[in-house]
């Protein structure tokens, strides 16, 4: 079993749990508070794959994970106001099935 600690002031509960859903098939993850600290337990599925590259293959998940939730954060007002705009254009046209 694989023990990693997460600062919960760095990576939200939400990244850890993409990340445990993107190993599925290879690991299952069980996540618990601990303090200020998310604790992920990896447990092995599938037995090709050592515990090392497990962990780096967590690792390099919850990064992605945490750069998407990051990119997601700033591009948001953005993407509302397309949304916005979109819609707002369809509420303010004809109907044509009259």
């Known amino acids: 079993m694989i023990e990693l600690a997460f600062d919960e002031t760095?990576?939200?509960?939400d990244v850890l749990n993409a990340a445990a859903y993107r190993l599925l098939g290879a690991a299952t993850c069980q996540i618990s508070k601990s303090g200020s600290a998310f604790v992920c337990h990896l447990a092995q599925t599938n037995t090709t794959v050592d515990d090392e590259a497990l962990r780096a293959r967590f690792l390099d998940l919850v990064t992605d994970e945490?750069?998407?939730e990051n990119l997601a954060q700033k591009t948001e007002p953005v993407r509302n106001l397309i949304l916005s705009l979109a819609f707002g254009s369809l509420a303010n046209s004809p109907d044509d099935k009259s």
């Open 10 to 13: 760095t990576h939200s509960i």
């Open 66 to 68: 945490s750069v998407r």
